[in-house]
């Protein structure tokens, strides 16, 4: 089977460029399952009804967030009423919304989990301690890990902590897709960061100018989403449906 996984599509402009290529990259990729990470796909951050409707138009059978997850004043609403939109898995149990999902193929299921680091981000609960929770509850092998986080050595560590035990753990949330993508003991696929949907001259999709000014000057300012050419991040995922254990990661930027 395959997963093609989209990095942080950014706001409008990022849904539209998408829009534009989704058909051609379906066509020279046929995935069989197709995860977006939105939590950046609202106009200055967040996932809104409107963002998520256009996303699952694209054909996404899940979408993840990440810290950016609550950021819109419906998203107790977004969240209650989507089952395929997640939020990350190690926020307290009370927090609207699910962690993870399971896609049933009848052949074959898939689990998609989200998780969010806690290095320089909110002091939510572990997420490798949340990650075993979820892995023993699952009755599939075939499990893809959005992880959520910061610093590197977080994602890493993850990786390594589910090596063997998930078909992927893929890094979302700095916006860069790296360069040091592998598959971990002959099973489990890994990447730093995918990367993102939006503009490629910019501070993260931001316009670079006003980011620019802000680390300058230290002083509040309003973020506006750049206007520049598009481009895309994603990473294809061949893996072993009975097994779980992946054999292929492929960078992809168009």
Known sequence: MTAIFF???VADRGIDFLEEN????????????????????????GVTAHSLKRLKSLGADVITTGNHAFSKRDCV??????DFLLRPANYPDEVVGKGY????????????????????????DNPFKKADEIINRLETRNI???????????????????RGRVTAVIGTHTHVQT????ILDGHTAYITDVGMTGAMDSVLGVDSDIATKK?????????????????????????DEHSGKATKIQRIIK
């Open 77 to 82: 609403n977004v969240f209650e009423e989507n």
């Open 22 to 45: 989704i058909y051609s990259i379906r066509k020279e990729y046929s995935p069989d399952i197709t995860i977006i990470n939105g939590e950046n796909s609202a106009n200055g951050n």
């Open 179 to 182: 360069a040091d993508e592998t």
């Open 144 to 162: 893809i890990v959005d992880f959520h986080a910061e610093a590197t050595a977080e994602k890493k560590a993850m990786a390594h902590y589910l």
């Open 7 to 9: 990095g942080d599509v």
């Open 215 to 239: 680390f300058i000057t230290h002083f509040p300012c309003k973020f506006e989403i750049s206007k520049n050419e598009q481009f895309i991040n994603a990473v294809l995922i061949e893996f």
């Open 101 to 124: 999902c399971v896609i049933d193929f009848g052949r074959t299921q898939v689990a998609v989990v989200n998780l969010m680091g806690t290095a320089y981000l909110e002091p939510i």
